[in-house]
């Protein structure tokens, strides 16, 4: 069946440094999604990319999705103590059946 | 702005306990779905449905099923609590042309 592959599993930084998610699907998907959750807190939508080679910038954060349209990444510029928390992939397959990542959870060094 | 509620934030059952969990959506959502995280499985689709009385297994729907008579409210049910059902319990509501999910605050469920 269909498998969403995200690494790291956990990422510790430096405030300031740089930080890259990546997610990784077994079929190509209709689109992929990114949520971020706050430790105690729950999934929060952030972005939707549908296209092929798709790049979208909120601020700090830099989504892609590749060419083939089975993987996509998250780049956090300069990170802040407020961007802590897991980030989530979610791939759109078959049936529109969402399958998420297992997660990389993000933490800072102040 | 989307509202998904859950009856309860912190639950502790025994094992053999029948466990309702609720969860209401007030944005008219055709879909609605159960996860439970753990950590490092991420989300794990229990079972979901797309109209009312209507019901779809997940990827792990074993000791779950799943109540669907209101379109606004979704239920998980554990017939018989057992240890291994111990976990973070999250709903989540779409609509029916969008596939963003937009997840309750979770219910965190022990069972001793």
């Known amino acids: 069946g269909q498998q969403v592959m995200q690494i790291p599993q956990y990422q510790h930084v430096q405030e300031g440094e740089d930080f890259t998610t990546y997610c990784n699907s077994s079929?190509?998907?209709?689109?992929i999604q990114w949520y971020k959750q706050r430790p105690g807190g729950h999934p929060v939508f952030l972005i939707q990319?549908?296209?092929?080679?798709e790049v979208k910038k909120q601020k700090r954060l830099t989504f892609q999705f590749g060419e083939a349209k089975k993987n996509s990444s998250l780049h956090i510029t300069a990170t802040q103590t407020t961007d802590v928390g897991t980030y989530f992939c979610?791939?759109?397959?078959?049936?529109?059946?969402?399958?998420f990542g297992s997660g990389t959870r993000l933490s800072i060094r102040p | 702005d989307v509202k998904v509620t859950q009856s309860s934030r912190y639950l502790v059952k025994r094992t053999g306990e029948k466990v309702f969990l609720e969860c209401v959506q007030d944005?008219?959502?055709?879909?609605m779905f159960w996860y439970r995280q753990d950590p490092g499985l991420g989300l794990r689709l229990i079972y979901f449905s797309y109209d009312v009385k209507m019901k779809e297994k997940g990827d792990i729907p074993e000791g779950y099923s799943v109540s669907r008579e209101k379109k606004e409210r979704f239920s998980l049910i554990l017939e018989s609590a057992s240890t291994n059902q111990t976990s973070m319990y999250l709903c989540?509501?779409?609509?029916?042309?969008?596939?963003?999910?937009?997840f309750g605050p979770g219910t965190r469920l022990l069972v001793l």
């Open positions: 079929t190509t998907l209709s689109n």
């Open positions: 944005m008219d959502h055709e879909n």
């Open positions: 979610a791939g759109a397959g078959s049936a529109s059946k969402i399958i």
């Open positions: 989540a509501s779409s609509s029916s042309g969008g596939e963003t999910q937009y």
């Open positions: 990319l549908v296209k092929s080679g």
